[in-house]
C-alpha cells in the first residue's frame, strides 16, 4: 500500500498552459512528485465554459526515448470508456433499433434462464446481478499479462449457473455488463462498436485521436505508456494485449475529450434527449434511486453537482470530472498504475472553486470522521479484525508500541501513527487515513479508511474460538462447473494453503470463523454433508456465491 515518490526539486514542463489563469502555481504544486524528467505522469486539462484554459504535461509518455506526456499524448482511459459504450446503446435506442427494456436472452439465448429478466436498463446501471468477467478471470488464475478472447469471456458468462443477485435487487459494478453491451452493438448494428463509434460518434465530433482499442497491436501515434511502480521507486512497463472494449478500451486525448465535453452543452450529432438518458440514474426494485446512470456517476462534490467517472488498468489510471452548473470540467489522464486521479480531480476543483463550495458542506478528502471526537481510545481497544467485505480482513495490533495494520489477504503489513483524535496514518502517506469509532465493551467497532477522498466502512469482526477446529479435515480437491477448474487445498507447516491447479501461487488461508476462511480469492465458506467437507462457496468482491464440490 505504501507509495514511493521520487522528489526532486527540479521540473519538466510538457504541452501548453495559459498564463492567464491565476491558480496555475497552485495546481502546478498538486504535480510537484510527477513533474520531473525521470518518472512517468499525467495530462491535465481544464474546461471552463467552452474553453480549454488550462492544459499541461507532467512527467514522461514515454521514459525509453524521453518523451513528456502532453495534452496530446494518447492515453488508455479504462472504466472511463464506460459512457462511450452507453452512448452507442443510447444512440441505438434513439434509431429505433433496439429498447433499453430489452431482454438479454433475446440478444443471446444460449445464457440461462434468468438473462430474461436482465434488461439493457440493468446492464447500463450495473443493478444486472452478472459476475464480473475480470474477477472470473483471476478466479480461473488468469492476470493481467494473460491471454483470452471475446468468445473465451462469453463461455465464461455463459457457463455461470447464478446471478450474484436477483437482476434490479442491488448495484454492483460488473465489468461484464459493459462488455455484453459492446457484444449488442455489434449484434444490432452488424458492426464491431470500435467502428461503430467511429461512424456515429469520434468522426462527428472530430475527435481524431479517439478510438476503441480492440487489436492490441495497433500502432497508436503519440501514445503514452503505461507503467507500474516497482521497488526502489523504479518501473516497469505495464500494458495488456487484451482486446475487449465495452468495459473499457478506448484511448483518447485531453484535446479530444474537451470536443466530447462540448457536446454536453451544445450538439448536432448528440441531441438533449440522448444526454437526459445517459445522465438518467438508475432505479433498484424497492424504488431507492442509485447514483450510476448510464458509464456516468451522479454525485455532487462540496454542494455542487457532479458528472464523473474514473478508470484504471493496467498502467493507466483516469478520471473525468464535470461541475455541469459550472461549466467546468477536470480531466486528468495518468500513465502510472499508483496515481490516483479522483483524488488529484477533487484538489484541482479546490482550487479553482473554493469560492463556490456550499459552506455548510465539506469536501470529499474532509470526511468528518477526521476531526476531533469526544473521547480519544487507547490504542489497545481499537485492536481486532476489522472486514471490510467478506473474506477482506484487516488485523490491528501492536507491535512495538505502535499501531500496525496486516492485511490478511497478501500478508502485508505497516504500521500507523495517530495524527489527530483516533484517527491514524501511514507516515508520509497523507491521502490514507484510518479512524476508529463506536466503543462497546471496551472495543472500536467501526474502522473508516478514507483513501483519495472516498471513505470505507469496516465492522469488527466477531472474535470466534478456532482453537479446536482440525485444519487438516479441509484437505483435498474442489471443482468448480462454473469456472471449469480445480482449487486444491493443503495442509502444511500448520497452516491450509490453497492454489488454483496448475498454477504456481500458493495462498494462505486465515480462519475467520468456523469454516470460513478468508484467502487471497476472496471468502472461502466450506460447506458440510452428514459433518463431512463436501465442497465451498467463494464470494469474491464483484462474484458471489460461486459453488465448488468436493472431488
Given at each position: 500500500?505504501?507509495?514511493?515518490?521520487?522528489?526532486?526539486?527540479?521540473?519538466?514542463?510538457?504541452?501548453f498552459?495559459?498564463?492567464?489563469?491565476?491558480?496555475?502555481k497552485?495546481?502546478?504544486?498538486?504535480?510537484?512528485?510527477?513533474?520531473?524528467?525521470?518518472t512517468?505522469?499525467?495530462?491535465?486539462?481544464?474546461?471552463?465554459?467552452?474553453?480549454?484554459?488550462?492544459?499541461?504535461?507532467?512527467?514522461?509518455?514515454?521514459?525509453?526515448?524521453d518523451?513528456?506526456?502532453?495534452?496530446?499524448?494518447v492515453?488508455?482511459?479504462?472504466?472511463?470508456?464506460?459512457?462511450?459504450?452507453?452512448?452507442?446503446?443510447?444512440?441505438?435506442?434513439?434509431?429505433?433499433?433496439?429498447?433499453?427494456?430489452?431482454?438479454?436472452?433475446?440478444?443471446?439465448?444460449?445464457?440461462?434462464?434468468?438473462?430474461e429478466?436482465?434488461?439493457?436498463?440493468?446492464?447500463?446501471?450495473?443493478?444486472?446481478?452478472?459476475?464480473?468477467?475480470?474477477?472470473?478471470?483471476?478466479?480461473?488464475?488468469?492476470?493481467?499479462?494473460?491471454?483470452?478472447?471475446?468468445?473465451?469471456?462469453?463461455?465464461?458468462?455463459?457457463?455461470q449457473?447464478?446471478?450474484?443477485?436477483?437482476?434490479?435487487?442491488?448495484?454492483?459494478?460488473?465489468?461484464?455488463?459493459?462488455?455484453?453491451?459492446?457484444?449488442?452493438?455489434?449484434?444490432?448494428?452488424?458492426?464491431?462498436?470500435?467502428?461503430?463509434?467511429?461512424?456515429?460518434?469520434f468522426?462527428?465530433?472530430?475527435?481524431?485521436?479517439t478510438?476503441?482499442?480492440?487489436?492490441?497491436?495497433?500502432?497508436?501515434?503519440?501514445?503514452?505508456?503505461?507503467?507500474?511502480?516497482?521497488?526502489?521507486?523504479?518501473?516497469?512497463?505495464?500494458?495488456?494485449?487484451?482486446?475487449?472494449?465495452?468495459?473499457?478500451?478506448?484511448?483518447?486525448?485531453i484535446?479530444?475529450?474537451?470536443?466530447?465535453?462540448?457536446?454536453?452543452?451544445?450538439?448536432?450529432?448528440?441531441?438533449?434527449?440522448?444526454?437526459?438518458?445517459?445522465?438518467?440514474?438508475?432505479?433498484?426494485?424497492?424504488?431507492?434511486?442509485?447514483?450510476?446512470?448510464?458509464?456516468l456517476?451522479?454525485?455532487?462534490?462540496?454542494?455542487?453537482?457532479?458528472?464523473?467517472?474514473?478508470?484504471?488498468?493496467?498502467?493507466?489510471?483516469?478520471?473525468?470530472?464535470?461541475?455541469?452548473e459550472?461549466?467546468?470540467?477536470?480531466?486528468?489522464?495518468?500513465?502510472?498504475?499508483?496515481?490516483n486521479?479522483?483524488?488529484?480531480?477533487?484538489?484541482v476543483?479546490?482550487?479553482?472553486?473554493?469560492?463556490?463550495?456550499?459552506?455548510?458542506?465539506?469536501?470529499?478528502?474532509?470526511?468528518?470522521?477526521?476531526?476531533?471526537?469526544?473521547?480519544?481510545?487507547?490504542?489497545?481497544?481499537?485492536?481486532?479484525?476489522?472486514?471490510?467485505?467478506?473474506?477482506?480482513?484487516?488485523?490491528?495490533?501492536?507491535?512495538?508500541?505502535?499501531?500496525?495494520?496486516?492485511?490478511?489477504?497478501n500478508?502485508?503489513?505497516?504500521?500507523?501513527?495517530?495524527?489527530?483524535?483516533?484517527?491514524?496514518?501511514?507516515?508520509?502517506e497523507?491521502?490514507?487515513?484510518?479512524?476508529?469509532?463506536?466503543?462497546?465493551?471496551?472495543?472500536?467497532?467501526?474502522?473508516?479508511?478514507?483513501y483519495?477522498?472516498?471513505?470505507?466502512?469496516?465492522?469488527?469482526?466477531?472474535?470466534?474460538?478456532?482453537?479446536?477446529?482440525?485444519l487438516?479435515?479441509?484437505?483435498?480437491?474442489?471443482?468448480?462447473?462454473?469456472?471449469?477448474?480445480?482449487?486444491?487445498?493443503?495442509?502444511?507447516?500448520?497452516?491450509?494453503?490453497a492454489?488454483?491447479?496448475?498454477?504456481?501461487?500458493?495462498?494462505?488461508c486465515?480462519?475467520?470463523?468456523?469454516?470460513?476462511?478468508?484467502?487471497?480469492f476472496?471468502?472461502?465458506?466450506?460447506?458440510?454433508?452428514?459433518?463431512?467437507?463436501?465442497?465451498?462457496?467463494?464470494?469474491?468482491?464483484?462474484?458471489?456465491?460461486?459453488?465448488?464440490?468436493?472431488?
Amino acid at each position: 500500500m505504501k507509495k514511493q515518490f521520487l522528489i526532486l526539486f527540479f521540473c519538466s514542463i510538457a504541452g501548453f498552459s495559459f498564463g492567464q489563469l491565476k491558480e496555475s502555481k497552485d495546481i502546478d504544486s498538486l504535480f510537484f512528485e510527477w513533474n520531473n524528467p525521470n518518472t512517468p505522469g499525467c495530462a491535465l486539462g481544464i474546461i471552463k465554459d467552452g474553453e480549454l484554459i488550462y492544459a499541461k504535461g507532467y512527467g514522461l509518455a514515454n521514459m525509453e526515448y524521453d518523451i513528456p506526456n502532453a495534452p496530446s499524448s494518447v492515453f488508455r482511459i479504462g472504466s472511463t470508456s464506460k459512457q462511450f459504450t452507453a452512448a452507442c446503446i443510447i444512440l441505438l435506442a434513439e434509431q429505433g433499433k433496439l429498447n433499453l427494456n430489452d431482454n438479454l436472452k433475446g440478444f443471446f439465448p444460449d445464457f440461462p434462464d434468468y438473462a430474461e429478466e436482465i434488461t439493457l436498463r440493468h446492464l447500463l446501471n450495473h443493478t444486472s446481478g452478472i459476475r464480473d468477467y475480470l474477477q472470473l478471470a483471476y478466479l480461473k488464475g488468469l492476470g493481467d499479462d494473460d491471454y483470452y478472447t471475446d468468445d473465451n469471456v462469453m463461455e465464461w458468462l455463459v457457463n455461470q449457473s447464478d446471478l450474484n443477485f436477483k437482476p434490479g435487487e442491488e448495484y454492483l459494478y460488473s465489468n461484464s455488463g459493459y462488455w455484453l453491451l459492446g457484444q449488442i452493438v455489434k449484434k444490432v448494428s452488424g458492426m464491431n462498436m470500435a467502428d461503430f463509434a467511429m461512424k456515429e460518434i469520434f468522426e462527428p465530433l472530430e475527435m481524431s485521436s479517439t478510438h476503441f482499442h480492440n487489436d492490441h497491436t495497433r500502432i497508436v501515434k503519440n501514445r503514452a505508456t503505461g507503467y507500474a511502480i516497482i521497488e526502489n521507486g523504479n518501473f516497469k512497463i505495464s500494458m495488456t494485449t487484451l482486446g475487449m472494449i465495452g468495459d473499457g478500451g478506448i484511448f483518447t486525448t485531453i484535446n479530444d475529450i474537451k470536443k466530447w465535453d462540448d457536446a454536453f452543452y451544445s450538439s448536432n450529432v448528440l441531441s438533449k434527449t440522448f444526454w437526459e438518458e445517459m445522465t438518467k440514474q438508475g432505479v433498484l426494485n424497492n424504488g431507492d434511486i442509485i447514483a450510476y446512470a448510464s458509464g456516468l456517476m451522479i454525485g455532487e462534490y462540496n454542494g455542487l453537482k457532479t458528472i464523473r467517472h474514473g478508470g484504471a488498468f493496467v498502467g493507466y489510471r483516469a478520471d473525468i470530472l464535470r461541475f455541469p452548473e459550472e461549466q467546468l470540467t477536470i480531466v486528468l489522464f495518468a500513465n502510472r498504475s499508483d496515481a490516483n486521479p479522483t483524488l488529484k480531480a477533487n484538489q484541482v476543483a479546490d482550487v479553482l472553486l473554493k469560492g463556490r463550495f456550499s459552506e455548510t458542506s465539506k469536501p470529499e478528502n474532509d470526511k468528518s470522521v477526521n476531526t476531533i471526537p469526544a473521547e480519544e481510545f487507547q490504542i489497545n481497544q481499537l485492536t481486532g479484525n476489522y472486514e471490510i467485505q467478506p473474506g477482506i480482513i484487516l488485523n490491528l495490533t501492536i507491535k512495538n508500541d505502535s499501531l500496525n495494520v496486516f492485511q490478511t489477504w497478501n500478508k502485508r503489513s505497516f504500521n500507523v501513527v495517530k495524527t489527530c483524535g483516533n484517527t491514524f496514518q501511514i507516515p508520509g502517506e497523507n491521502d490514507l487515513s484510518f479512524t476508529f469509532s463506536h466503543l462497546i465493551e471496551g472495543h472500536t467497532q467501526t474502522l473508516s479508511i478514507l483513501y483519495g477522498g472516498r471513505e470505507t466502512k469496516a465492522e469488527r469482526k466477531k472474535e470466534v474460538d478456532v482453537s479446536g477446529i482440525e485444519l487438516n479435515n479441509y484437505s483435498g480437491s474442489f471443482y468448480s462447473q462454473e469456472l471449469n477448474v480445480n482449487y486444491n487445498f493443503k495442509f502444511e507447516d500448520g497452516i491450509l494453503k490453497a492454489k488454483i491447479e496448475n498454477k504456481q501461487t500458493v495462498l494462505d488461508c486465515t480462519i475467520i470463523d468456523m469454516d470460513e476462511f478468508a484467502t487471497g480469492f476472496g471468502l472461502i465458506r466450506f460447506q458440510r454433508t452428514g459433518g463431512i467437507i463436501s465442497g465451498f462457496e467463494l464470494d469474491a468482491g464483484r462474484v458471489k456465491n460461486l459453488k465448488f464440490e468436493k472431488k
